[in-house]
């Protein structure tokens, strides 16, 4: 998981690695149930997405603002509300193949 997320910080704008870190939390929350159909709860302060995605607090500001206006994701008060699952997918470059969940890494 550590060389997944040393390739996207590497590979990726900041809007891909915020749609990547996104992408991965709404996929583990979805393995415990704590995910809804269209997004999920994340008690995260701008300053904090920055840091998790390698950025400035003022440039999240600005992601967050821009996936908002594509339409892709909501990030408000708390709530993660996903728009376009395919477009945030994409946008992040995210397969959940490495997570151990439901892919072949899945623990029995």
Same mark, same amino acid.
């Given at each position: 998981?550590?060389?997944?997320? #040393? ?13 990547? $870190? ?6 583990? $929350? &979805?393995?415990? &149930? $704590?995910?809804?159909?269209?997004? /999920? ?19 999240? @500001?600005?992601?967050?603002?821009? *996936? ?6 909501? #990030? ?7 728009? @376009? ?8 470059? /995210? @397969?959940?193949? +490495? *997570? +151990?969940?439901?892919?072949? $890494?899945?623990?029995?």
């Amino acid at each position: 998981m550590h060389r997944e997320w #040393i390739m996207k910080l590497e590979r990726l704008s900041a809007d891909g690695r915020l749609a990547h $870190l996104v992408a991965e939390l709404w996929q583990r $929350l &979805d393995f415990v &149930d $704590l995910a809804s159909e269209n997004g /999920f709860s994340l008690p995260l302060t701008q300053q904090e997405l920055a840091d998790a995605c390698g950025t400035t607090s003022i440039h999240m @500001n600005r992601v967050v603002k821009k *996936l908002r206006e594509t339409g892709v994701v909501d #990030i408000s008060r708390g709530q993660v509300t996903v728009l @376009n699952k395919k477009a945030l997918k994409a946008l992040g470059a /995210f @397969n959940p193949a +490495y *997570l +151990y969940g439901q892919g072949p $890494l899945k623990l029995t």
